[in-house]
Each structure stands twice: as C-alpha cells, then as structure tokens.
C-alpha cells in the first residue's frame, strides 16, 4: 500500500483497498483497523486516513498532493467507512455544520428511544432497524447503548419480571405438589391450575431440579 500511495498508483490503491473491506447490508466498506478518533487507518501509520485515500484516488487521481485535499464527509454517517459512493470532499464549514445536526439528531434519537423503553419496553421498534437507510444510524445507536456500564431500565424490568413470574411458578408447583401427596391425579392438579399436564411436568422437574442442585454440589466438594 505505501509503495502504491507513493507511486501514486490509484488503480492499486484502490484495488488493495477493496480486497480488505468488508461490504455491510447498507452498502457500506467497512475497514476494520480505526484511528481513535474512529477514522479507517493504514497499518502503521494512522497518519493516512483510508477514506481520504480513497477520495484521492478516485477525484483526484491522485494528482494533488493529498493533504491539500478537503474534509470528506462520510453520507452513511459511518465513519469506518471507505465506499467511494459514501465519501464526498466537501467544505471545512459544511462539514462541521453537517457533524453538529447528525450529533443533535443521534442524542434526539437516543432520548426517544430510552423514553420508549419505560413506557413500552416491548415495543418492536426498540428490536429492529427495518429501513436499510437507518441501519447504520442503529448500529451506531446500538453501540452507544452497548457502553453504559450500569443495566438499562428496559432490561431491569425483564429480568424483575422474569423473577416474578419464576415465585409464581414456583408457588404453583409447591401448590401442586401438596395436592399430588392429598392422592390427585397430576391430570387433576393441571386443571386445578389451569394449565397442560406437559406444562406441570415441566415446572416440577425445573423446581426439582433448581432445588436440587446446590446440595449436589455440596456432596461433591466433600467428596
Ligand atoms: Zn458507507
């Protein structure tokens, strides 16, 4: 790659370039090695933007020198991404104007969905990212949502409720067991509480099994 950049070889530039991307859903080349400021980066030398290079060789056909050329400003909003179709050169001010609306509209978006997730934590749209235009804008928000340390309040409320409804289960099968010892039937038992004898069974042999496991573990440290 650098004896190509050096050459100015743009056809090989682009080659090389192409042979180590990763195309998305969204159309998007993804390079995988990023600077820290989350720009695509040549190995070993942060220094050369990939996604400058490629607009370099593309526009410019690489006759400029390459750091005279302007800001390029990413229209997928993904900023790993180095497709000559996302990639245009444009003014510093457009630029800066352009970066500020999308951060004001990504936290927009971000209170919005955390509002969505107290109101209506099942709401299908907090699961999917139909529209192929706003995949990247999800996968963006999704990785801001993956960093906080703390549990999210949507995820809370499952796994309370998912705790409340294994007491419940729990109290029913305790409630079953007793009637089991009183000489019903577990087909009896099952239309006590309303549900499949398959499904009684289930819950028995999962609170069984769930009570039983710490003394197994014990006998098996003492052995
Ligand atoms: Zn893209």
Same mark, same amino acid.
């Given at each position: 790659?650098?004896?190509?950049?050096?050459?100015?070889?743009?056809?090989?530039?682009?080659?090389?370039?192409?042979?180590?991307?990763?195309?998305?859903?969204?159309?998007?080349?993804?390079?995988?090695?990023?600077?820290?400021?989350?720009?695509?980066?040549? @190995?070993?030398?942060?220094?050369?933007?990939?996604?400058?290079?490629?607009?370099? #060789? *593309?526009?410019?056909?690489?006759?400029?020198? +390459? @750091? &005279?050329?302007?800001?390029?400003?990413? *229209?997928?909003?993904?900023?790993?991404?180095?497709?000559?179709?996302?990639?245009?050169?444009?003014?510093? &001010?457009?630029?800066?104007?352009?970066?500020?609306?999308?951060?004001?509209?990504?936290?927009?978006?971000? &209170?919005?969905?955390?509002?969505?997730? %107290?109101?209506?934590?099942?709401?299908?749209?907090? $699961?999917?990212?139909?529209?192929?235009?706003?995949?990247?804008?999800?996968?963006?928000? %999704?990785?801001?949502?993956?960093?906080?340390?703390?549990?999210? @309040?949507? +995820?809370?409320?499952? $796994?309370?409720?998912? !705790?409340?409804?294994?007491?419940?289960?729990?109290?029913?099968?305790? /409630?079953?067991? $007793?009637? +089991?010892? %009183?000489?019903?039937?577990?087909? /009896?038992?099952? %239309?006590?509480?309303?549900?499949?004898?398959?499904?009684?069974? &289930?819950?028995?042999?999962?609170? #069984?099994? #769930?009570?039983? !496991?710490?003394?197994?573990?014990?006998?098996?440290?003492?052995?």
């Amino acid at each position: 790659m650098r004896r190509a950049i050096e050459a100015r070889d743009a056809a090989t530039i682009l080659r090389l370039i192409r042979e180590r991307v990763h195309e998305d859903p969204a159309g998007c080349w993804i390079w995988r090695r990023v600077s820290p400021q989350g720009y695509p980066a040549v @190995s070993r030398d942060p220094s050369v933007p990939v996604h400058r290079l490629v607009v370099w #060789a *593309t526009r410019m056909g690489c006759k400029s020198e +390459l @750091s &005279a050329l302007p800001p390029v400003h990413h *229209t997928c909003a993904r900023t790993a991404c180095v497709n000559p179709d996302h990639l245009v050169p444009v003014s510093s &001010a457009f630029n800066s104007l352009e970066a500020l609306a999308r951060k004001a509209a990504l936290s927009r978006i971000e &209170a919005l969905t955390r509002a969505l997730e %107290q109101a209506a934590p099942d709401h299908p749209v907090l $699961k999917e990212w139909p529209e192929i235009e706003l995949l990247p804008l999800g996968q963006l928000i %999704q990785e801001r949502r993956r960093r906080p340390a703390s549990m999210s @309040s949507a +995820l809370l409320q499952r $796994k309370q409720r998912e !705790a409340e409804h294994a007491r419940h289960r729990f109290a029913q099968v305790a /409630e079953a067991n $007793k009637l +089991l010892e %009183q000489g019903l039937t577990r087909r /009896e038992v099952a %239309q006590r509480l309303a549900i499949g004898v398959a499904t009684l069974d &289930a819950w028995r042999r999962k609170v #069984a099994e #769930a009570s039983r !496991a710490p003394e197994d573990a014990v006998v098996s440290d003492a052995a």
